[in-house]
């Protein structure tokens, strides 16, 4: 699993096209907490940030961050989630945002 640049181990993944995401949620019956960070690509542009932007970590065993309300603009390409949990299943849901791109 892959630490850096965030310090902590964690699951990358990453998107073959960006894509507007209104939310991510993630769950499961051990799951303590979690945090996300993504990164983006300007759809005008088509430059990437390549800085991770961090829209927290929660606690819980049903979790959901709000894309559409973050600070950056733009397509996400990236996720990176790290999870506090047992070994009993999670569920992760990337819900698609509207956009120009979107039908």
């Known amino acids: 699993m892959p630490e850096l640049p965030l310090d902590r181990k964690h699951v990358l993944l990453s998107l073959e096209n960006p894509v507007p995401i209104r939310a991510v949620r993630l769950k499961g019956a051990t799951l303590a907490a979690a945090g996300l960070w993504v990164t983006r690509v300007d759809p005008a542009t088509g430059s990437e940030d390549r800085r991770p932007?961090?829209?927290?970590?929660?606690?819980?065993?049903?979790?959901?961050?709000?894309?559409?309300?973050?600070?950056?603009?733009?397509?996400?390409n990236t996720l990176r989630i790290w999870a506090e949990?047992?070994?009993?299943?999670l569920t992760l849901e990337i819900l698609q945002g509207g956009g120009p791109e979107s039908p």
């Open 85 to 89: 949990a047992g070994d009993a299943p």
């Open 53 to 76: 932007e961090s829209l927290g970590v929660q606690e819980g065993a049903g979790l959901e961050w709000d894309l559409e309300t973050a600070r950056s603009p733009g397509q996400v």
